[in-house]
């Protein structure tokens, strides 16, 4: 047992021992440290000979500081924190007796009095919830994706098809010989990335992985925003299985919440016994839907904390691109605020223009150090430019969830089709400002809870018609301008609405009806990776064109998508009621002969196997502003696309 000399003599010797020096300090103050990942926090180290554990800590308003564990049995006086002589707010220590996996939080007592135990902001992995310490690890790893990050920058820039499958990881799949627990991080890098490939997805978006006190909040409560939830595994454990997917070729989106954090004691909230990482004024630091605390965007040392925490979910998981979550709280002070509940800002009026400063230089310097990922914003108003360059007064994400598109879809397909005849501008109108951003269609999580049903029973009709009106919804939407998001169940048409805490109905799969669902999208996503046509122009107006939206009586739309090339343009006429129309003549761009390319009425998807078999010869009839059209019969239900150039069924 150490004596109070070599307690003092232990503590000489590493009185000096830090990561920041005065540049990270300049940096850090100025809001323009976006590595803060590689100071702050727990980092296993060497001094003098002695292996140990520095700490890092920034609580500027605290009295007080000292890092307890298990290696000094959770001792208030153990171990203090030293503070920096330089105004930054960071306090310091090195410890020798902590180590890899060590047990930690800090103990704060601030200037007012008030005592707490926190956990650390910068940790790599915390305890599994309901525990509440963060634990001394590291972010040591060998990957193997050289050859999908060589390719992921070679293609930077370039148009590709990005068709992603939205998911919650812990409800995916359930082990139900071991206590309906949920797969592993190594468990599901056996299974994920094959089923993936196997149905066409390019990508995979986790609901919010960071580590998060309470399941039912999906990941969008977040206390740890460094360590991925260790429900499933280690941080290692998370980096093999995103090193699985990329050597499978299927890219990996991140859900990002830069908007708010929760009240739990161990988080960020009231941190130092100070509205730290929150704004003091609750007309900008609370949220009243969520009951959580808002980021303080105008204060720098919080910028660089959170844009250091996008950057390090890049750089160190190698993630291809981060979705934002619900940007429209952070642009708008008056968001889901009554009147006198919010205080306009210096011009008068409710745009958040520290928020808004804070989403630019967000993109800005993740587009400077990762110009091959993507950034997409889930925005749900009209806030324009929002995946517009900020040098053109953007926000500068990459992409936007093209949201009204979601709603008047799905009201349309809610809808009798007997009645679709006078509700034809709701499936129509989406093209209007289809190209005022770069457009992603989700069908995302929110739509399948909180009895809004799963999509499957949102369609009208007896069984029959539920599933050809959903074949139909899917084969609209890959035939629509913009990337695709899907989430997870809806690709074998899922029953029963999401729940966090069960599984995926797997067994669904093995019935006829929902096994064809499932081929349905495997086929649209190998259509959509091999037709230029649909996703070289995904994002502009000629890309896209309207052959005839008039025919309200039949409730039939066609459109063609175009790509670089004229040959590879398709036809797409969709049939939006369960009536066959046989001799349907249709406009085509071309003269010369058409075939069917895809049938969503197929047998082999659940159809009733209404093709067009024959090669169409076009004739020299004028129709729909062109001067050939071809005659072709229209499946009950469906959705057609036809090409010139025949390609394999």
């Known amino acids: 047992m150490k004596n109070a000399k070599d307690e003092k003599a232990e503590e000489k010797k590493f009185k000096d021992t830090s990561l920041i020096s005065d540049y990270d300090i300049h940096l850090f103050k100025e809001g323009k440290h976006f590595h803060l990942y590689k100071k702050f926090g727990s980092h296993l180290m ?20 000292s890092v307890i564990g298990d290696f000094n049995e959770w001792k208030k006086m153990a171990h203090p924190m030293k503070s920096r002589p330089d105004e ?36 790599f992995m915390w305890e599994t919830p309901p525990k509440t310490a963060s634990v001394v690890w590291d972010l040591d790893s060998k990957w193997n994706d050289g050859e999908w990050m060589k390719d992921r920058k070679e293609k930077a820039g370039k148009p590709a098809p ?3 499958y939205e998911m919650h990881i812990g409800s995916w799949k359930r082990v139900p010989e071991d206590g309906f627990r949920s797969l592993s991080y190594r468990e599901m890098a056996k299974e994920l990335p094959g089923y993936l490939k196997e149905m066409g997805f390019t990508h995979v978006e986790f609901m919010p992985v960071m580590e998060h006190p309470f399941f039912g909040s999906w990941g969008y409560q977040i206390t740890g925003y460094f360590a991925p939830s260790s429900r499933f595994g280690n941080p290692q454990d998370f980096m093999f299985l995103i090193d699985a997917l990329h050597q499978a070729g299927i890219g990996i989106i991140l859900d990002w919440v830069p908007s708010h954090f929760p009240s739990d004691l161990h988080g960020l909230h009231y941190f130092d016994g100070t509205y730290l990482y929150e704004h003091e004024d609750p007309q900008k630091g609370f949220h009243p839907d969520w009951q959580s605390y808002i980021f303080n965007y105008g204060r720098n040392e919080v910028r660089s904390f959170l844009i250091s925490n996008a950057l390090f979910w890049l750089e160190k998981f190698h993630a291809d691109g981060l979705r934002v979550d619900a940007v429209a709280s952070m642009l708008y002070l008056d968001y889901s605020r009554k009147h006198g509940e919010w205080e306009p800002n210096k011009h008068g009026g409710n745009e958040n223009l520290e928020a808004i400063s804070f989403l630019k230089e967000f993109n800005e310097v993740v587009y400077a150090e990762f110009p091959d990922v993507i950034t997409i914003a889930e925005e749900s108003t009209a806030w324009p430019n929002v995946s517009k360059p900020t040098y053109m007064g953007g926000l500068g994400f990459g992409m936007k969830w093209m949201m009204g598109w979601m709603h008047d879809t799905l009201e349309y397909f809610k809808k009798d089709p007997i009645h679709r005849k006078h509700h034809q501008n709701t499936i129509t109108f989406s093209t209007t400002y289809a190209f005022s951003e770069n457009f992603m269609l989700p069908l995302s999580h929110d739509e399948v809870v909180y009895g809004k ?9 007896d069984n029959w018609n539920k599933f050809a009106n959903l ?3 899917y084969s609209y939407m890959y035939a629509h301008s913009g990337t695709k998001l899907l989430f997870m169940g809806a690709e074998f048409a899922q029953i029963e609405e999401w729940d966090h805490d069960s599984s995926l109905d797997w067994h669904l799969t093995e019935q006829n009806s929902h096994k ?13 990776k091999t037709e230029p046509a649909l996703y070289e122009k995904s994002f502009e107006h000629d890309g896209f064109e309207w052959v005839d939206f008039n025919d309200t009586g039949n409730s039939v739309i066609s459109f063609l998508r175009k790509g670089n090339n004229h040959l590879d343009t398709i036809l797409v006429v969709a049939n939006l009621t369960p009536v066959t129309r046989e001799n349907y003549r249709i406009g085509v761009p071309e003269a010369g002969n058409w075939k069917e390319i895809f049938n969503s009425d197929n047998e082999k998807y659940g159809g009733s196997g209404v093709r067009n078999e024959e090669v169409f010869h076009s004739q020299k009839l004028p129709l729909h502003n062109k001067n050939n059209s071809v005659e072709i019969t229209l499946p009950p239900m469906a959705v057609l696309y036809l090409k010139k150039k025949a390609i394999p069924l």
């Open 46 to 65: 060497t001094q003098n000979g002695v292996k140990g554990v520095y700490f890092a800590l920034w609580a500027p308003n605290a009295k007080q500081v």
């Open 88 to 123: 930054s707010g960071i306090w310091e220590v090195f410890i020798p007796e902590a180590k890899k996996g060590s047990l930690y939080k800090y103990f704060l007592r601030s200037t007012n009095g008030y005592e707490a135990e926190k956990g650390d902001p910068f940790a």
């Open 162 to 164: 990005v068709s992603v």
């Open 453 to 461: 049903q799963a999509l499957l029973n949102k369609m009208p009709g």
């Open 471 to 473: 074949r139909a919804l």
């Open 516 to 528: 064809g669902i499932q081929q349905l999208i495997s086929r649209l996503n190998e259509l959509y």
